[in-house]
C-alpha cells in the first residue's frame, strides 16, 4: 500500500470532522467506525507508517542509523521510559508501539472478553485501603456484550467457548487443531477437573503462520493496523500524517480549538469538530497535562485531578508446564486458557493462559537466575564463561514443557501515575507501588497453580519478584459518572470539554483480570456509535 496517497496536501486546511491522535488499538478501531459512517477522518501518528506491502516499503536511510530511528523503523517507542517502582528506578524500553497499529503491531493477538465481574470490581476488594475501584464501571457488561461480539467478527477472533461462560453469545471462527503436545495438556487439565478452552486469538492461520509477533506481512494477524486503519483509508476515505508528534491540544469556550503538532521539523495546527485522544496510557493523559492554560493550570480535562492518576499495569508469571511423557510441540501455539482461577475461593486472581513463544534464551536465562536466587550456591557454581555454554544446553530442560503466563488484575491507586517531566525522556516518567495486597495474590496465584496442576504435571515458575507486565498499561484517563472522580464520562468523553473524548486504555477504571485489547476495541465501537 502506498501510503502517501493518504497523507493530506493542506493538513491544516481540512475540514475534519474528528482528528484521531494515535492508530493504536483505540483509535484505529474507533477511525474506521467513523470513516465507515461517512466522517471525514484524519489519523495523527508519532511513529512511521508500516502497513505497506513489500513492494512499497520505503528503503532505509544509508549509513549507520542511530538506535530511536532503529526503533522506529521496526515499530517501537524510539525512547526509554523512566518511572520508580517499589523495586527502584528504572529507565527502560518499554514493550510500547509506536507507527501505525501502535502495540497492537507487536501483540500476541489474544483478544478476551473482560467477565461481568470485572465490570463490578469492588465487590472483591470490599476491605483493600487506599484503592480508587469503583463499584461498577459506568457501563453494564450487558451493554458492551454486542460490542465484543462486533469486535470478535472485525477481528476475526478463532476459539472455542470458555465452559465457564455458558450464557455467552461469543463470535468466534473454528481455531486449527491442536498440536500432541497441547492436546495432552488439554486432556490433563480436564482430568484433574480445570475447564481449559482454545484461546481466543487473531490469526488467520494461514499455511506457514508463525503466530507473529510482529507485523505479519501475510496479513494473518489480526491487529488494528491491519483490520482498521487500512481499510479506513483504503475504502472509507480517512487520511493520515504519519511521522507527526502531538504536543499539546489547545482549548477555548470549554471546547478543545485545535491540536498542535510537529511533523519533520514543522509545527501544524490542525482544528477539527472532534478530538479523539487515542495515544495510549502512558502517552495521553501526558498530553493533557501538558496542555495547561490560564483556564486550566493542572491541565486539560484535569478539574477532578485524576489525570495520569490510577496507573495499572497487570502482573505475569512465566511458567513451564511439563506433560509426563515427550509429545511433539509442533502445530499451533497460541492454544490453551483456562478461568479456573479468576476468582478463587473469593479472591480475584485472572486468567491463565498459553504465551505462545518457545523457549528461547532469554526465558531461559531468567529461569536459570530465579534458580539461583532460590539457590545461590549453585549460582557461584556457575561461573559466567559457563553461562551462554548453559543457555544453550538449557532447551533440554524445556523439551516436555508449554509455556503459560498469568495475568493477574492490578488495582487503581492515585499515587500510581503519570508525572509531566520535561527533564526526563518523552517529558514524563511514572510512579508505581507494588502493593502488599497485589504481591500477596500474586503468591497465592502461584500457590494454587503449583497445588493444583503439581498433581500431574511438572511445574516451573520463570519470572522473580518483579513480574511487572507494562505492555498493559491502562487506567490514566478512567471513566465514571461522576466528574469529580473521573476524568471521562460514561460515552469516554471529557466531563470538562464538549469536543475531546479518549479511546486507548486509559479510559480504564479497573484493570480487569485478562488481555485488555478486545476490550479497548469493543469500547472504541460503542463510542463510535455514540459520537
Ligand atoms: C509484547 C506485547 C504483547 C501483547 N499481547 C497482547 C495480547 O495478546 N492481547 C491483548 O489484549 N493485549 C496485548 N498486549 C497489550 C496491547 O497491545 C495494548 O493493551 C493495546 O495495544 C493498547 O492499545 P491503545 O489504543 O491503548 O494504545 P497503543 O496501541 O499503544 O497505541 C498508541 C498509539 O499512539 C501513538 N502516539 C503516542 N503518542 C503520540 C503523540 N504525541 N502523537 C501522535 N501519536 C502518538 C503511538 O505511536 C501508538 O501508535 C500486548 C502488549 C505487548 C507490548
Known sequence: MDVSKYIPENPEDGD????????GMGGSTLG???????????FLEKGKFLHHGPLDAPELPPGPMSEADQRLFTGWWPNRLAGTTSFGTSDFYAPLGCGSGGTTGHYGAQLERFTPSDLSPKQYFPDVEGTNLPDHWPVSYETMAPYYQQAETLFRICGTRDPLKPDEAFSLREPPPLGDRDQALYDSFQELGLHPYRAHVGYEYLPECFECTEICPKRCKKEAGEVCLTPALEEFGAQILPECEVEELLAENGRVSAVRATRHGMEITIRARTVVLAAGAYMSPLLLLRSTSAGSPNGLANSSGMVGRNLMLHTSDFIAIDTAQWHSPEGPRKTLALNDFYVDNGHKLGTFQTVGFPFETPFILAYLRHVADSNPRWWRALTNPMLPQASRHAPRLFAKSTMFATIVEDLPYSHNRIIADDSAPNGMRFEYEYTPELKWRNAYFRKR??????????IRFLSGRNNINYGHVCGTCRFGDDPATSVLDSNNRAHDLDNLYVV???????????????TIAANALRVAEQL
Open 449 to 458: 497453580i503449583k497445588e493444583t496442576l503439581s498433581r500431574k504435571h511438572r
Open 16 to 23: 475534519w470532522d474528528v482528528v484521531v491522535v494515535g492508530t
Open 32 to 42: 474506521y467506525a467513523l470513516a465507515r459512517k461517512g466522517r471525514n477522518v484524519l
Open 504 to 518: 486507548d486504555a486509559s479510559f480504564f477504571p479497573s484493570s480487569g483480570g485478562t488481555n485488555p485489547s478486545l
